[in-house]
Each structure stands twice: as structure tokens, then as C-alpha cells.
């Protein structure tokens, strides 16, 4: 794609798409109107779709995997019998790679205790022709922006920050592994048509403020939920003061607001960062089309007339901000955070400063975090906290070592850890910090629900840009201002921080470029092999097909309160060694969901025994009893990750129905495509009616279909029984995955 004919070729055709479907459509078109309509499976089935309603099937361009996503992915890939991959596909091998000592250590030993699974991942990237990016090239969202983001593309990740492209223009969406497969398989990916949020950006960023705060605020006002089911699409003459990788930080972190995607438009500064990063042929093809990588006109004159919403946000306002703790939601002005710390008691020591993960590791990030470690190192400031740094790519610590970011880190005392996910996800062997000791550290990571970090419930992580992050490590001090408070030097007087600036790309171009990558093409004749006593791979047998009858008088597994993210559902940190073992890995079964009727986690009543005890035990109690069990939850159920594990363990462990308040995108198709039944109440009050020792029926399966509400029965321990309806968004194609047992069977019988 990085020649200058094939990119041509793409454009052409893009822009020609786009016109038709204008045509049809006969109005002007948003950009991600535009994307989505060039990017329809079946161009002959093009007609206005309604958004927020029509199911539309898609071909996106390319996909990409994680290591902790990607075993489970290729492992359903490879019951598909193809040769190859239909599309452009690429393994991060990012999330396995434990911190500890710095990165040399840590990728030594992590090379080590992964060894079975990541040649696992080159073997069947070698067969079916994938990229693989070895264990230290970086962290797949920056390594995509780097190398293979392109305006106006589409593509999808088995990885829900898969949308951090969009700062390059690139439709991207966070799927589960099996629609990941779908696509590879050369079949339609489905999404039901995105409902639109614009987003206009006026003024210019303040001292202090990064892209980071755009999104930290956004994340405060529209709350984990506000943007389900929809696109956030960023214009405006704001757009131009943030760079390309500012954009990714801002789309990356649209995942926190449950967004579908996020996207900027085109413009010089992605023409920029493609140049720097080797993609010049790409850059001159979009420059020629440039109109098209953009809303239309009309649109951006009226834009409340094309989008379902639009949010103004005024740069220049803008503060810096401090999200947290255990919700990215939480935000808290950097001023106003004194007054939170004594109000909530906040243990007020910030202990780590930790700055990376795919969010905010990019040279420009590293850089604003070493100007932030020079002025201290001048002024005489020593760090109170610990300082770790994740870079986001092998091509961004090489070209950040060149230029002197590096060793200005280190002077500060920083630690660079391996290119890699490393703390964000629970890889982070801390020392030092057992139990449920109170504690804060601050992150320029994206989530920060609890335990995610390093297993302590009572870790307070707020979220900030990186020299916000690097500020307060010279504080430690949580209720810390910048802007405002002085600190003190080396001689004993009052000195502030100037405000921090660092240059977007590097003066001198990148270095490292393609490090560690291995591109191949396709060879059947690489075997790929399973060792059947592994304890980290195991083939993936397919599920039963459901038996045609309504689910009867299912024990409640749990019924969970409060938040319950994927973390709650299928933790990482220690159980990622296991993403390639479906077994194994459902030993986690909702080990983090709070019991509703206990307050307690993972300890659940067993109605066969009367006994409490892990989720995993009584799940699997009651599918050996036969008739499997049913989880009940609230809010935005699944929120957060795209792992399927979350909804494989579950089916795997017989729960046959999962009942919400609501769900998260992902994990409720996620939880369609394994053949979970996945509902919401009707009325969400009946949430409260559902009692501990409950036998929970579903009826009404064998109509399951569009506008088709379905009953649920409770037979209470005292012989009293209650019914109320519940809703659920299955369309044609959903309710065959149910019947079938799995979309995975669906595909097996419809293709091959
Ligand atoms: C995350 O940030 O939670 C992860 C780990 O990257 C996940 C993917 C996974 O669980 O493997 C995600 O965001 O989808
Ligand atoms: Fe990795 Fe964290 Fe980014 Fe997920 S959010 S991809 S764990 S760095």
C-alpha cells in the first residue's frame, strides 16, 4: 500500500464510492459517513441505512491482534480451514511482558516464560501470512499508527483501543477476536450503523493542556457510557494545533466513553506524520483527494443538521485534568484537586508515576515528560515518586534515545521499561505493595478500574497527561498544581515548573523503523503444533448448538453490583498467561464482580450445597447439574475490553444467559457470537427482584428475533414466582449464532 500506485488506486475508488453513495443518499455526507459507505461488503446493496438501527455488514481493510488477544482469535481462525488471511492482518506481541527490572531484564524473561505461546503466534503468522511484531517492537496501537494507519481506511482490532488510528484519519473499531476472524475469513463484518457524535474543537490548547485533556474532560461529561454505539468525529480550526499523535490519544481514549470509533479528519498534520513515518505515497495520494477525507462542506457549516449530537469544545477553557480514581470518568481539574483529596481522602503521596501504554507513549508524549524531567533536573528537583516509562514502539525509544529524551528520563531517575503494555495491564511485579494498602500512583494510561494495575483494590489511579504525570512525580504530591505551586530546588528557595513543550516529530526523522517486524507470505506447509498438555494452549472445540428449549428454572450464578467491566469479568494481569487456554482461563470466571447481595467478590452462594465459594466452582457445579446458570448485572455491563474471554468463560462454564441493565458494544456481541443469550430488563427496577437463592426462567426462545421482547420467570425459595419482560437487540443473522451455539458454528455450516 506504501507505493504511490496503490495508494492511487485505493483513492480512487474510495472517492468514487463516496460520490455514489452521496448520490444515493442525497444529502452531504459526514467523514465517517463517507468511510463507512465506501467500505459496505455489498456495494450493489447500497441505500441510506439508519443509524443507530440498520445492521450493515462491512469489509474493512485490514485487522490487527494483540498477543493476549490474538491466541484465541487464530485459534478459531484455524477451525476455518482457509489458507490465508483475506485481508491484511498483523500480531502484537505487547500485553505478555511482565515490568519489573527494566526493559532488557523483563523482555529476557518474558521471552522466556512465553516462549510456547509466541511461537505459537509466529508459526500461525507465518502460515496464514500475517505480520508478526516480535515481543519488544511496541505496543499495537502505536506500532498500527506508525505503519499501517491510512486516511479514510477501515479497519478492525481485536483490541477495544483499536480506534487510536482515527488520529490518522483511519475508521478503526475494537471488535472481539471472532469478528476479527470474520473478517480474515473474507466475510461480512457486521456493526450495527454508528449513530454520529460531532465534536467541534475551537481555540488553542493552554499551557499545561495536551490532546490528553480534550478526552479526560469529554470522558467527565458525556461518562463511560456516553458514546455507545457511536462515532465521536472531531472538526474545527482546533483540529490543526493538535498533532496526529495528540489525535490518537484523543480517539484511543473514545474506548473509555464506549464509543464505536473516534476520527479526525485529514489535513497537513497527518500529511506530516506520514511522511516521517516512511508513507510520503500515501501522503501525495490523499493529498490529491484531500476534500473527501474530510466532512463534507454543507456539513460543517450546519453540522447540527447531520449529526445526531454535536459537542463544542473550547480549547483555550480547557485545564488539565486528573481522571480517577477507578473510573476514567472521575475527572478532576488539576485545580480543583486539593479540594478532592481532603474531601474524598485520597491518600494525597503520589508513590509512582507511571507514563506509556498505548495512549500516551509517543515521541511527542516523551518528549513533554523529559522537558517536564530537564527543568527539574536544572532547577534542582529530585522526583518523590518513582518513575517509570513504557515508550510505545522500538521505532519511538531508538529515535527518542538519538535525540538525548532518553537520557534527560534517566537522569531523572526514570526507569525505561520494554515497549510493551507492561503496568496498563496488570503486567507490573510492583514489590512492596501487597494487600489492600491504600495508595496512589498516577498513570498517562487510559483505564484505571480497580486492581487493573497490580491487583490492589486500594491502588488510586488517576489518569493525566504525560507532564502532568512527570509534575507530580516532583511533587508527590496528589493535591500538586503546576500552574500555581511552587516546589523547591536545590537550594532551598520556591521554584515553579515553566510550562512544558516538546516537538511533535523529530527533527531528524525516525530511526528503528520496522524493528522487529516479520512479514511473510502465507505457507501452508508451516505446521503448527499444540502441545495437548500445554497449560497455555489448547485447541477451541466448538460449543454445543442450543436444544430448542426454553431455559428453565436457572440457578443465579451472581448477581453483580455496581460496575462490572471486563477486568471484573475475566482479569488480566496473572490470568493473561492463559488467554490461549480456554480451560484455565475461566478458573477467573467474574472473580472481580461484586456479590449484590454480600458485597463480597468472588465468593457466590452454591444453591446445590449451600455453600459460598468462586464463581469458577459454582458456574461449573451447576453446568455438571445440567441446566447451567444465569448472571445478572447493571450498567454498561462488559464495559471496557474487547476480550472474548469474557464471554467465553461463561459459555464455557454453561451460564446460558446473561441479564443487564445494559451492555457494553463489544462484550454484548461478544457475548451473541459465543452463544451466550445476552438480555436487558425491560424495566430496569426489576433488577431489584431478583433475590439471592432465585431459579430464573427464560421464555419464549424459539421466536427469538427483531422487536420480539422475551419473558423471564422467577421462582423465589418461598414458592413465589414474578414475571417481566426483557429486550435484546438479536437480529436474523444474531439469533442463527444463538441457535446454532456459536457464531463460530453459524460460520462453519454457511461457508466451508
Ligand atoms: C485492555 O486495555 O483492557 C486490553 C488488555 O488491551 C484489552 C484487550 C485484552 O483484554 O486482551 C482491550 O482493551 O481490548
Ligand atoms: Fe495495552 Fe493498556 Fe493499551 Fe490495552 S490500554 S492495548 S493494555 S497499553
Redesign the pocket.
Known amino acids: 500500500m506504501y507505493d504511490f500506485e496503490a495508494a492511487g488506486k485505493f483513492y480512487a475508488s474510495y472517492v468514487e464510492r463516496t460520490s455514489i453513495a452521496r448520490r444515493v443518499l442525497g444529502r452531504p455526507l459526514t467523514f465517517s459517513e463517507k468511510i463507512l459507505y465506501a467500505h459496505l461488503y455489498d456495494h450493489g446493496a447500497l441505500r441510506p441505512m439508519v443509524r443507530g438501527r440498520d445492521y450493515v455488514e462491512f469489509a474493512p481493510d485490514r485487522v490487527a491482534m494483540?498477543d493476549?488477544?490474538a491466541q484465541m482469535a487464530l485459534l478459531q481462525f484455524m477451525n476455518a480451514g482457509l489458507d490465508r488471511s483475506a485481508v491484511a492482518a498483523s500480531v502484537h506481541c505487547d500485553?505478555l511482558i511482565e515490568a519489573r527490572d527494566g526493559a532488557a531484564a523483563d523482555l529476557g524473561r518474558a521471552m522466556e516464560t512465553n516462549r510456547e505461546v509466541y511461537d505459537f503466534l509466529q508459526s500461525v503468522s507465518r502460515r496464514y501470512g500475517i505480520a508478526f511484531w516480535k515481543p519488544g517492537a511496541g505496543i499495537?496501537h502505536q506500532v498500527i499508527l506508525e505503519n499501517y494507519a491510512m486516511p479514510a481506511g477501515m479497519m478492525t482490532g481485536?483490541?477495544?483501543?483499536?480506534p487510536n488510528a482515527g488520529g490518522l484519519a483511519m475508521l478503526a473499531i475494537?471488535v472481539g477476536g471472532a469478528d476479527v476472524v470474520d473478517v480474515m475469513a473474507g466475510m461480512g463484518w457486521e456493526l450495527r450503523m454508528p449513530e454520529l457524535i460531532g465534536v467541534r474543537l475551537t481555540g488553542r490548547l493552554g499551557a499545561w493542556c495536551s490532546a490528553k485533556d480534550v478526552i479526560l474532560y469529554l470522558a467527565g461529561t458525556m461518562g463511560v457510557k456516553g458514546g455507545t454505539n457511536a462515532i465521536l468525529e472531531y472538526f474545527g480550526d482546533g483540529v490543526s494545533s493538535i498533532s496526529a499523535t495528540g489525535r490518537a490519544t484523543i480517539c484511543n481514549m473514545g474506548?473509555e466513553l464506549g464509543a464505536t470509533s473516534s476520527i479526525f479528519p485529514y489535513d497537513e498534520a497527518t500529511a506530516r506524520y506520514l511522511e516521517a513515518t516512511g508513507r510520503s505515497a500515501v501522503a501525495r495520494s490523499a493529498d490529491a483527494v484531500a476534500a473527501e477525507l474530510a466532512a463534507d462542506r454543507e456539513v460543517l457549516r450546519r453540522p447540527a443538521d447531520h449529526f445526531d449530537r454535536v459537542v463544542e469544545i473550547d480549547l483555550s477553557s480547557l485545564e488539565p485534568y486528573l481522571n480517577g480514581p477507578f473510573s476514567p470518568d472521575a475527572a478532576h481539574t488539576v485545580s480543583q484537586m486539593k479540594a478532592a483529596v481532603a474531601r474524598e481522602g485520597y491518600p494525597r503521596e503520589v508513590e509512582t508515576a507511571l507514563v506509556g501504554?498505548?495512549t500516551d507513549s509517543s515521541y511527542e508524549d516523551l518528549g513533554l515528560a523529559a522537558a517536564v524531567a530537564r527543568q527539574a533536573m536544572e532547577k534542582g528537583i529530585k522526583p518523590c515518586a518513582k518513575i517509570l516509562i513504557n515508550p510505545g514502539s522500538s521505532q519511538v525509544l531508538e529515535t527518542a534515545r538519538r535525540d538525548g529524551i532518553i537520557e534527560e528520563l534517566e537522569q531523572a531517575g526514570a526507569v525505561i521499561m520494554a515497549n510493551a503494555?507492561g503496568p496498563?495491564?496488570g503486567q507490573w511485579d510492583r514489590g512492596g505493595v501487597h494487600g489492600n494498602r491504600p495508595n496512589t500512583i498516577l498513570t498517562s494510561f487510559?483505564?484505571n478500574f480497580a486492581k487493573?494495575n497490580d491487583g490492589n483494590p486500594c491502588t488510586h489511579n488517576f489518569v493525566a497527561s504525560p507532564q502532568m504525570v512527570m509534575a507530580m512525580a516532583f511533587s508527590g504530591d496528589l493535591g500538586f498544581n503546576p500552574l500555581t505551586d511552587p516546589l523547591r530546588g536545590s537550594d532551598g528557595e520556591s521554584v515553579m515548573f515553566d510550562p512544558p513543550s516538546a516537538r511533535d516529530l523529530p527533527e531528524g526523522g525516525f530511526s528503528g523503523r520496522g524493528d522487529g517486524c516479520i512479514e511473510s507470505e502465507a505457507d501452508p506447509l508451516v505446521k503448527i503444533i499444540i502441545d495437548p498438555h500445554s497449560d497455555r494452549l489448547q485447541l477451541v472445540k466448538p460449543f454445543e448448538a442450543w436444544d430448542g428449549r426454553d431455559f428453565e428454572r436457572l440457578p443465579l450464578l451472581i448477581k453483580a453490583a455496581g460496575k462490572c467491566t471486563?477486568?471484573h469479568i475475566?482479569m488480566?494481569g496473572p490470568w493473561?498467561k492463559y488467554?490461549g487456554h480456554l480451560e484455565n482461563i475461566s478458573g477467573n470466571l467474574l472473580m472481580g464482580a461484586t456479590n449484590a447481595f454480600t458485597g463480597d467478590t468472588n465468593s457466590v452462594l452454591n444453591l446445590l450445597t449451600g455453600d459460598r465459594t468462586r464463581v469458577s466452582i459454582v458456574a461449573r457445579a451447576y453446568r455438571d447439574a445440567g441446566p447451567g446458570s444465569i448472571v445478572v448485572a447493571g450498567e454498561n455491563y462488559g464495559e471496557?475490553?474487547?476480550?472474548e474471554?469474557?464471554a467465553m468463560e461463561p459459555r464455557f462454564l454453561g451460564v446460558r444467559a446473561v441479564l443487564v441493565k445494559s451492555f457494553a458494544r463489544?462484550h454484548e456481541t461478544n457475548l451473541k457470537k459465543q452463544g451466550v443469550l445476552a438480555i436487558t430488563f425491560a424495566y430496569k427496577d426489576d433488577y431489584d427482584r431478583i433475590r439471592e437463592d432465585d431459579r430464573i426462567s427464560v421464555k419464549g426462545l424459539d421466536g427469538l428475533a427483531a422487536g420480539h421482547d422475551l419473558v423471564v420467570e422467577l421462582h423465589h425459595s418461598d414458592g413465589t414466582q414474578e414475571s417481566f419482560g426483557a429486550a435484546h437487540t438479536y437480529n436474523e443473522l444474531q439469533a442463527a449464532w444463538f441457535r446454532a451455539g456459536s457464531a463460530l458454528n453459524c460460520r462453519t455450516h454457511r461457508v466451508f
Open positions: 494483540q493476549a488477544t500485553h499495537i481485536a483490541d477495544s483501543h483499536t475494537g474506548a501504554s498505548c503494555c496498563c495491564i487510559n483505564r487493573r471486563t477486568d475475566s488480566a493473561l488467554r471496557g475490553s474487547s476480550r474471554h469474557a463489544i
